[in-house]
């Protein structure tokens, strides 16, 4: 017995013999790499049997962990805790899981196979007989969810845990509303969801993990945070950030005026993507607009760039406007739209902004919102959170990735305990805990919900072992536009978007420096890991200054 703790001392493992090879019945007591000694046993069954020290009393009451989303970072959530042997109910909006991904199926991730996966759904996956793809491939979105999250959540310890078409409109503690406080731990919390039939049903849980991300909550296009007076009644003229402007969406487009509005690398990429539907489809024609008077930023350095393949999609985009396939209206900040009387004649929507020569009118058939995402909170109001006011971040986590100061590499590893609200057994996870922050990466949401599974299951030494082996030069940034989307542009690099994950894979040796599919350096980056003890402001070089305070403004570009 532990004189401290009063728990019981580890047991010894058959394989103490070997020295660290195991404790407790498995290999890396404790750590990221942990697996049972016994095959036929769970980790968490084997460190129980063994009275290991690290593990307490993880399901009082017998009700489950809910899942909120059935993403990467929501099946990954899942996997942790069927390893630890936990009861679970995964509840995804969409119809089937990666849902959200499937709506950008046609976007190339910019990050390589042996970034896009979690630990436990591997270790779930191979014994299927499940292989990872090609590591330095990068798939697209459609290839993540039919050869990653399909098969993940097919595997007997998900299958019939996950509901699709079930969406949550709120959490809550059930019997107390946000305001209660005498008794409110002892209650569980409570997660109301809608099935595909509408039916509403209530759903007692111990935990409540939400990573239910950001897609579909787009931000508006007028400015200062609000919609433009006339935004909604256009709304049919208005499309999301990643429309698939050359495949799915081609009639939409072909033939027509679209106005683009955003100045990040989704917008770069939905822009050449629509140069180079012009070039075959008469009468499509492209207009630009952004709230700033430069784009120095999205054109980055050209050649000089610090990560290639984003000064090759900035080098082609300043192309592209010189040469008049783009017209890109600088200083335009939109301030409202009207429908025309006509509706089927060209330019339905006219978009008015303010300019430093007074109003103007951009008439456009289609316009393209590719302005960021924000979270759904709506759903949060009877749960306390504790949100930073600026990012809409729990506050603990804010810190660490504003985007005033921060890029996705500079993010430090972070685990349950900067994730943790006021709430007891809450949690925002994935893309959802980054609030209005654009610097989230997917290998990150794996390391979140494992260590918020390990405090979950009464495992805190694991928990706070928060680690990230992540390239040296992790951006932000997936690569939309690429080789075999635009077919001319066989010998350019492809571009960026707004989705985050980790560094991508070089260009094979045979190919030009600026052939490949990256956001990053062309020279393979070596493994960095970062634990929680960290230095602050430690992370990863993304080719620029950190953040919108290393923005500058230059009027010739």
């Given at each position: 017995?532990?004189?401290?703790?009063?728990?019981?001392?580890?047991?010894?493992?058959?394989?103490?013999?070997?020295?660290?090879?195991?404790?407790?019945?498995?290999?890396?007591?404790?750590?990221?790499?942990?697996?049972?000694?016994?095959?036929?046993?769970?980790?968490?069954?084997?460190?129980?049997?063994?009275?290991?020290?690290?593990?307490?009393?993880?399901?009082?009451?017998?009700?489950?962990?809910?899942?909120?989303?059935?993403?990467?970072?929501?099946?990954?959530?899942?996997?942790?805790?069927?390893?630890?042997?936990?009861?679970?109910?995964?509840?995804?909006?969409?119809?089937?899981?990666?849902?959200?991904?499937?709506?950008?199926?046609?976007?190339?991730?910019?990050?390589?196979?042996?970034?896009?996966?979690?630990?436990?759904?591997?270790?779930?996956?191979?014994?299927?007989?499940?292989?990872?793809?090609?590591?330095?491939?990068?798939?697209?979105?459609?290839?993540?969810?039919?050869?990653?999250?399909?098969?993940?959540?097919?595997?007997?310890?998900?299958?019939?845990?996950?509901?699709?078409?079930?969406?949550?409109?709120?959490?809550?503690?059930?019997?107390?509303?946000?305001?209660?406080?005498?008794?409110?731990?002892?209650?569980?919390?409570?997660?109301?969801?809608?099935?595909?039939?509408?039916?509403?049903?209530?759903?007692?849980?111990?935990?409540?993990?939400?990573?239910?991300?950001?897609?579909?909550?787009?931000?508006?296009?007028?400015?200062?945070?609000l919609p433009a007076p006339g935004e909604d009644q256009a709304a049919d003229h208005i499309t999301g950030p990643l429309p698939d402007v050359l495949g799915r969406d081609r009639v939409r487009f072909a033939g027509r005026h679209t106005l683009v509005v955003?100045?990040?690398?989704?917008?770069?990429?939905?822009?050449?993507?629509?140069?180079?539907?012009?070039?075959?489809?008469?009468?499509?024609?492209?207009?630009?607009?952004?709230?700033?008077?430069?784009?120095?930023?999205?054109?980055?350095?050209?050649?000089?760039?610090?990560?290639?393949?984003?000064?090759?999609?900035?080098?082609?985009?300043?192309?592209?406007?010189?040469?008049?396939?783009?017209?890109?209206?600088?200083?335009?900040?939109?301030?409202?739209?009207?429908?025309?009387?006509?509706?089927?004649?060209?330019?339905?929507?006219?978009?008015?902004?303010?300019?430093?020569?007074?109003?103007?009118?951009?008439?456009?058939?289609?316009?393209?919102?590719?302005?960021?995402?924000?979270?759904?909170?709506?759903?949060?109001?009877?749960?306390?959170?504790?949100?930073?006011?600026?990012?809409?971040?729990?506050?603990?986590?804010?810190?660490?990735?504003?985007?005033?100061?921060?890029?996705?590499?500079?993010?430090?590893?972070?685990?349950?305990?900067?994730?943790?609200?006021?709430?007891?057994?809450?949690?925002?996870?994935?893309?959802?805990?980054?609030?209005?922050?654009?610097?989230?990466?997917?290998?990150?949401?794996?390391?979140?919900?494992?260590?918020?599974?390990?405090?979950?299951?009464?495992?805190?030494?694991?928990?706070?072992?928060?680690?990230?082996?992540?390239?040296?030069?992790?951006?932000?940034?997936?690569?939309?536009?690429?080789?075999?989307?635009?077919?001319?542009?066989?010998?350019?690099?492809?571009?960026?978007?707004?989705?985050?994950?980790?560094?991508?894979?070089?260009?094979?040796?045979?190919?030009?420096?600026?052939?490949?599919?990256?956001?990053?350096?062309?020279?393979?980056?070596?493994?960095?890991?970062?634990?929680?003890?960290?230095?602050?402001?430690?992370?990863?070089?993304?080719?620029?200054?950190?953040?919108?305070?290393?923005?500058?403004?230059?009027?010739?570009?």
């Open positions: 017995m532990n004189d401290e703790t009063g728990r019981p001392e580890p047991a010894a493992s058959p394989n103490a013999s070997t020295g660290a090879s195991s404790c407790c019945g498995v290999s890396a007591c404790c750590a990221e790499a942990e697996q049972s000694v016994n095959p036929d046993v769970t980790v968490q069954q084997a460190k129980t049997d063994a009275g290991c020290g690290c593990v307490e009393d993880g399901n009082p009451g017998g009700l489950p962990v809910v899942v909120i989303g059935a993403g990467p970072v929501g099946l990954a959530a899942a996997a942790h805790i069927a390893e630890r042997d936990q009861d679970f109910l995964v509840v995804e909006a969409g119809g089937e899981v990666g849902a959200a991904i499937s709506e950008w199926g046609h976007v190339r991730l910019f990050s390589p196979w042996r970034y896009d996966t979690d630990a436990a759904a591997r270790r779930l996956l191979e014994p299927t007989g499940w292989r990872l793809p090609d590591p330095e491939a990068l798939p697209t979105g459609a290839e993540l969810v039919r050869d990653y999250l399909a098969p993940l959540a097919a595997v007997p310890a998900l299958a019939d845990r996950i509901r699709t078409g079930t969406r949550v409109v709120a959490v809550t503690r059930q019997g107390a509303d946000v305001t209660r406080t005498v008794g409110r731990e002892e209650r569980p919390l409570l997660v109301r969801a809608v099935g595909p039939d509408g039916a509403v049903e209530d759903i007692a849980a111990r935990a409540v993990i939400d990573a239910s991300g950001t897609w579909g909550r787009g931000n508006p296009l007028g400015h200062s945070g955003g100045m990040g690398h989704s917008a770069a990429n939905t822009l050449l993507a629509l140069a180079e539907l012009a070039k075959n489809e008469q009468g499509t024609r492209v207009t630009w607009a952004v709230r700033g008077a430069s784009v120095a930023r999205l054109y980055g350095g050209g050649d000089a760039d610090g990560l290639p393949a984003r000064g090759a999609l900035g080098t082609r985009l300043k192309a592209a406007v010189d040469n008049g396939e783009i017209d890109l209206v600088r200083s335009f900040t939109i301030t409202g739209l009207a429908m025309r009387d006509d509706r089927a004649s060209a330019g339905a929507v006219q978009v008015t902004g303010q300019t430093p020569d007074g109003a103007r009118v951009l008439p456009a058939d289609i316009v393209v919102a590719a302005t960021g995402f924000r979270p759904d909170l709506d759903m949060l109001r009877e749960v306390r959170v504790e949100l930073d006011p600026a990012t809409e971040a729990p506050v603990k986590l804010a810190p660490m990735i504003d985007p005033n100061f921060h890029s996705c590499g500079t993010v430090p590893p972070h685990g349950e305990r900067d994730l943790a609200h006021p709430e007891p057994g809450f949690y925002l996870a994935g893309m959802k805990s980054y609030g209005r922050a654009p610097t989230f990466l997917m290998a990150t949401g794996y390391e979140q919900v494992r260590s918020i599974v390990a405090a979950l299951a009464g495992d805190r030494e694991a928990a706070d072992s928060v680690q990230l082996d992540l390239p040296e030069t992790g951006v932000c940034s997936t690569n939309l536009v690429t080789e075999d989307l635009l077919p001319a542009a066989a010998d350019q690099d492809g571009g960026c978007g707004t989705s985050c994950s980790t560094d991508a894979t070089p260009a094979p040796a045979a190919q030009s420096e600026s052939v490949g599919g990256s956001c990053c350096g062309p020279t393979a980056p070596e493994p960095v890991s970062i634990g929680i003890g960290a230095p602050a402001g430690l992370g990863f070089a993304t080719g620029r200054v950190h953040g919108y305070s290393g923005e500058s403004e230059h009027g010739d570009a």
